[in-house]
């Protein structure tokens, strides 16, 4: 059974830093599409930044491009998401998910495993 399990949220200050992590069991991804999303409270979950394969395909949504990096560690089976400069709007919950491809897709609906979700809030 195929589990992805996110952990690395918090609260933080505007112009804090956090590390997302986001730990696959059940099956390698070494070379499936990552991608992170997030939800605010009454707004629709959105893309945020995608890994594809070959390494450093990477996708960033206008809104984090310059202070989010994602990254994979294969040997660890795990992905993560630098977040640096945090601004209040990217408070939400994070999810990472995977497709059985190696293309990112900014949808939802294109990826077949989800994580249960980490907290991020900002405080101004």
């Known amino acids: 059974q195929v589990q992805l399990v996110e952990s690395g949220g918090g609260l933080v200050q505007a112009g804090g830093s956090l590390r997302l992590s986001c730990a696959a069991s059940g099956r390698t991804f070494g070379r499936n599409a990552m991608g992170w999303f997030r939800q605010a409270p009454g707004k629709e979950r959105e893309f945020v930044s995608g890994?594809?394969?070959?390494?450093?395909?990477?996708y960033y949504v206008d809104s984090v491009q310059g202070r989010f990096t994602v990254t994979r560690d294969n040997a660890k089976n795990t992905v993560y998401l630098q977040m640096n400069s945090l601004k209040p709007e990217d408070t939400a919950v994070y999810y990472c998910?995977?497709?059985?491809?190696?293309?990112?897709?900014?949808?939802?609906?294109?990826?077949?495993?989800w994580g249960q979700g980490t907290q991020v809030t900002v405080s101004s």
């Open positions: 890994l594809g394969w070959p390494e450093g395909r990477t």
């Open positions: 998910a995977v497709r059985n491809t190696i293309m990112v897709s900014t949808m939802r609906r294109d990826y077949d495993y």
